[in-house]
């Protein structure tokens, strides 16, 4: 069977591979994959920043936003032939540590952990693959092939869990406008959850032109392509999606008292200038609070399942913007104007 594979650490070491069909001891779960979503991390991955290949392999399979549909399992499982599923990503440490012990390995404590397609572990960028029931994330089928934004979802869905429970931290809080950065897939699906809560979203992106606005537009949010916009907008909740150093100092400081500061994106190293001091006054005077996620755990991926369950079909679909043949999946890396979210259709 195809599928694309890489030698993690060696750039221009991607290609498609004929390789086995994947071992039952890869779990019980056979899938057909319909599609792979692409994001940053594997771009990362292809040009030898990071990624590690399972033990006695040399080679890696890429690729850890999935979807597909269940074409053999074991008898007295809980999927049937046609179910349509996502894996989750993420496997706990072997120790493991006391996050992973809970069940929570999106928090893991020792680094143990490995990942599908990034860290130790083959991905799912593969014509079938397997997978342990346990991290099978059952689909709705009314959601077709949006069904391959759950993983991204449920980044999302970790970043709401985390703020609410944040805000939690005394009775009388009630938030009620959200400033989200960045209008990729991430920043689009938190405007989502925000509107789904009924916050007043601002969604803040460098794009005056192409989908990104009108997406904006017709969730009912206001879109903003200049930080000027929002010198004076103190939202309660900012959602920060661009890793972009100049646009994480514009946002820290600028939440209304008590705000929550959520740092969802991963950029370069480029510097940024702001006044440390000031920040800290400005947080300690105002009780705010900064943090960071990533990944999600099983509770986070149920989470997403029920938010794009919830979302306009329609909508959802226009994240979806450009479909690639896994023959051609090269082109799924490139960036071009009005990309947002960027499939390989192993169907095409």
């Not at 959601?143 to 391959?148: C, F, Q």
């Not at 916050?199 to 192409?210: K, P, Q």
Request: charged fraction near 25%; aromatic fraction near 6%; proline fraction near 7%.
């Amino acid at each position: 069977m195809r599928a694309i594979t890489l030698i993690p650490g060696v750039p221009h070491s991607a290609r498609l591979d004929d390789i086995p069909e994947p071992p039952e001891s890869q779990g019980s779960v056979l899938v057909q994959t319909i599609a792979l979503g692409v994001c940053g991390t594997d771009r990362e991955i292809v040009a030898g920043a990071f990624g590690e290949a399972p033990p006695n392999s040399e080679r890696l399979v890429l690729g850890h936003e999935s979807y597909g549909e269940v074409i053999a399992v074991p008898p007295g499982s809980r999927f049937a032939e046609g179910d349509r599923i996502v894996g989750i990503v993420r496997r706990p440490d072997p120790v493991p540590c006391p996050a992973c012990a809970a069940g929570e390995w999106d928090m893991c404590r020792n680094g143990g952990y490995t990942e599908r397609g990034i860290k130790g572990l083959h991905g799912f960028g593969a014509e079938r693959f397997r997978i342990e029931p346990s991290y099978a994330i059952k689909v709705d089928p009314a959601l077709g092939d949006v069904g391959v934004l759950l993983e991204p979802a449920s980044v999302v869905a970790k970043a709401w869990d985390h703020i609410e429970r944040i805000g939690r931290r005394f009775h009388s809080w009630e938030p009620r406008r959200l400033l989200i950065t960045g209008a990729g897939p991430i920043g689009l699906l938190a405007a989502l959850m925000g509107m789904q809560r009924n916050y007043e979203v601002h969604v803040l992106d460098r794009n005056t032109d192409g989908p990104k606005p009108g997406l904006v537009h017709d969730l009912g949010a206001e879109y903003h392509d200049s930080a000027l916009d929002l010198i004076e907008l103190e939202s309660d909740v900012v959602i920060e999606c661009t890793g972009a150093p100049s646009v994480i100092a514009n946002v820290l400081g600028r939440s209304a008292p008590s705000g929550i500061v959520c740092l969802a994106g991963i950029g370069g190293s480029h510097e940024a200038n702001f006044d440390i001091g000031q920040l800290n006054r400005t947080m300690v005077l105002n009780n705010d609070v900064v943090f960071g996620s990533v990944n999600a755990n099983r509770r986070h991926y149920e989470l997403a399942a029920a938010a794009l369950g919830q979302a306009d079909r329609a909508w959802l679909d226009r994240l979806i913007s450009r479909r690639v043949p896994l023959s051609n999946w090269p082109e799924a890396l490139e960036h071009r104007p009005g990309d947002i979210k960027v499939i390989v259709d192993f169907r095409l």
